[in-house]
C-alpha cells in the first residue's frame, strides 16, 4: 500500500462527504466538489476520517494519488485555496474587476485574462494578484496561465511570479 494512502483523512466539523457508487460529494462552507473515483479503489469512512484502499498491486500508486486528491478537497471545500503572484517591473500593473483581469506588463496593450468560474481575482495592490478559489487544481492553472504572460527574466528579475518563487539573477556579458 502506497505510504500516502495509508494516513487517514481527518474531516473537520460542518464538512458533508458521500460516497454513491464511484461518485464522491464533499460539501462545505466554501462550496460542493465532485470526484469520480477508480473501480479498484475502496474508501471506508469512519468517526471523522475517511482512509483510502486498493487490493490490486497495479492500483497502489492511484490510491495515494486518490488520497491526495480527496484531501485537497476537504481542504479547499473547508479553508479554501490561494495563490499569490508579484509583478516586478516598471510599469507593471494589474487591475480586476467582476469578469476580467487587466494586465500591463510592456506590451502595446493591456492583456486581459477572462476570469474562470468559480474562481476569485482579487488586486489589493496595483502589484499584487491574488486568486481564491476551492479547487486546488484550478487555482494553479490560473495562476500559471496569468504568469506565462511575463514569467520573470534572469538577467533583471522583471515578470510576474510567485510570492515565494525566488528567482536567481544571471550575471551580464562581460567585455
Do not use: C
Amino acid at each position: 500500500m502506497s505510504k500516502i494512502a495509508r494516513k487517514p483523512i481527518v474531516i473537520p466539523e460542518g464538512i458533508k462527504f458521500s460516497i454513491n457508487a464511484n461518485m464522491i460529494d464533499i460539501e462545505g462552507p466554501m462550496g460542493k466538489l465532485s470526484f469520480t473515483k477508480h473501480e479498484n479503489i475502496s474508501i471506508d469512512q469512519d468517526e471523522g476520517s475517511i482512509l483510502v484502499k486498493t487490493n490490486d498491486e497495479e492500483q497502489v500508486a492511484l490510491s495515494g494519488t486518490t488520497r491526495a486528491l480527496l484531501f485537497n478537497m476537504v481542504h479547499g471545500v473547508s479553508k479554501g485555496w490561494v495563490k499569490k503572484l508579484k509583478m516586478i517591473g516598471v510599469g507593471y500593473r494589474a487591475k480586476a474587476d467582476a469578469k476580467n483581469l487587466e494586465i500591463t506588463v510592456g506590451f502595446s496593450h493591456p492583456v486581459k485574462y477572462p476570469i474562470p468560474e468559480g474562481l476569485k481575482i482579487e488586486t489589493p495592490a496595483q502589484t499584487e494578484i491574488v486568486i481564491t478559489g476551492i479547487d486546488k487544481q484550478k487555482v494553479g492553472q490560473a495562476a500559471a496561465e496569468i504568469r506565462s504572460y511575463r514569467p520573470p527574466e534572469p538577467y533583471k528579475g522583471k515578470g510576474i511570479r510567485y510570492e515565494d518563487e525566488i528567482v536567481i539573477k544571471k550575471e551580464a556579458k562581460k567585455k
